[in-house]
Each structure stands twice: as C-alpha cells, then as structure tokens.
C-alpha cells in the first residue's frame, strides 16, 4: 500500500479525533444551552393546540340527486321521481373526488414551520454521534487477555452512542409517517365530506404532531446531555483503557 494512502488514513483519524475532542469539551454544552433556549421560545413553550388548527379548504358538496327513469304509461323522467335501487358497493364508494373547487388542501403552515426548525437539530444530532462512535472505535486497543476493565467502558459506551443514533434517525421516519398519515385522513375527508369524524380526526394529527415535536426537541437536548455526561465520567478511561500496573506489583 502507497504510503501516501496510509499517511491520509492516518490524518482522517487524527483529525476525527480532534474534531471529536472539540465537540465533547465545547459543542455539546453550546448545543445543549442552545436547546433550552430554543424550548423556551413560544414556537415551543406557549403550546397552545388552537394556533395548529387549520381549515382544510375542502367544502361540503351539495347532496346528489337521485336518478330518474321513464314510466310505462308514457310520462317522462320528472313525473315520477323512482327512488335507485341501493347496491351493494354504496356504502363505502363515498364521493367521486376528481378535483376541489376552492383549489388545493394546503399543508399544515404552522407545523410545516416547526418542522423546518427541528429537522437541521435532528440531523445534527445524527452526525454528532457518528463522529464520536467513530471515535471511541479508534481508541479501542487491540484484543488482549485482561485488563479489559476500560475496553467494556469503551463498549458499554459505544452502544450508548449507537442507540441515540439509531433514535435520532428514527425521529427522521416519524416525521414523515405524519405527512403520509395526514394526506390519507384528507383524501379521506375529500371523499366523504359529511363526515365530521374524518376532519376531526386531522385536527387531532395536527395536534399529536405538535407535541410530538416538542417531545423531539426535548429528547434531542436530553440525549446530548446524557452522552456529554457518560463521556465526560468515563473520559479518561474512554482515552486510555489500559493502563500499566507493573510498578504497582512490585
């Protein structure tokens, strides 16, 4: 292997660790303060459910007629109004949808702007803890028999970091569940607009994601206390897992 490449590989993980070092000691107390300060304005202290409550601009069609079909003895259509048959799919086939006279369902403003705010702290979150699981993965010395005491702090460690990664990402998933579940209880309302079940039940979503966001932001801070928490403790045995007792034998 050219010694150019491996004197590269040799920088990234020099600089990974610095950068990993910085974020500890510095970022993650900036991010944490950042945090509380965050919850405490009133996008997301003042969680009052009234301020997401938005109208759907989906209107309640007027009743269809029913259809009409000629006599026997002769008259037309509009003499002797015949009540159709019901079928078996009337039920459940609801309003044919093929467009919406006041133009198009918006999407939910006030939490579309509460979103943009969380996503960038989620993804932060995500790579904060890929580059201090990289991290801890370079400073885990060789396998060795005994003296192991620090490599399970490194590990216990690491699957900490791997679970608030994994939980990060997740927040990415529920997210967009939410746009996903809201555009199908809309269709919903848009095929059977007498119901008032189908737009209450936007309301209640529109809800539900307001505070799950709140809990977002809450759990993010959370969890980048907890990991600056762990790391800071157990920093100097994340450092050197093995130390020499040789002298101490003696």
């Not at 039920?91 to 403003?109: F, H, R, W």
């Not at 396998?143 to 490599?151: L, M, Q, R, W, Y």
Request: charged share 30%; hydrophobic share 35%; glycine share 4%.
């Amino acid at each position: 292997m050219p010694k150019d490449t491996i004197g590269k590989v040799q920088e990234y993980k020099d600089s990974l660790i610095t950068k990993a070092e910085t974020l500890i000691t510095k970022g993650f107390p900036e991010k944490i303060v950042e945090l509380n300060e965050l919850l405490s304005t009133p996008m997301f202290n003042e969680r009052n459910f009234n301020e997401v409550h938005q109208d759907l601009n989906i209107p309640v069609v007027a009743p269809v007629l029913i259809n009409h079909r000629d006599g026997d003895d002769g008259s037309t259509d509009n003499d002797h109004p015949v009540t159709k048959r019901p079928r078996k799919d009337d039920n459940i086939s609801g309003t044919a949808v093929l467009g919406l006279p006041s133009g198009t369902v918006p999407c939910n403003k006030p939490l579309c702007d509460m979103i943009k705010v969380v996503k960038p702290i989620i993804r932060k979150l995500v790579e904060d803890s890929n580059l201090l699981k990289m991290w801890i993965s370079f400073m885990i010395p060789k396998i060795e028999d005994g003296n192991n005491f620090g490599v399970s702090i490194q590990e216990d460690t690491l699957a900490e970091i791997q679970t608030v990664e994994s939980e990060a990402a997740a927040f990415f998933d529920q997210i967009s569940r939410y746009f996903l579940t809201r555009a199908k209880v809309v269709s919903k309302v848009a095929k059977y607009p007498h119901i008032d079940d189908y737009r209450r039940a936007v309301v209640e979503l529109d809800e539900k994601e307001y505070l799950s966001l709140w809990l977002v932001v809450c759990e993010v801070r959370n969890r980048y206390s907890s990991l600056h928490d762990i790391v800071i403790k157990n920093l100097e045995k994340l450092k050197k897992p093995r130390s020499s007792n040789a002298e101490s034998l003696y």
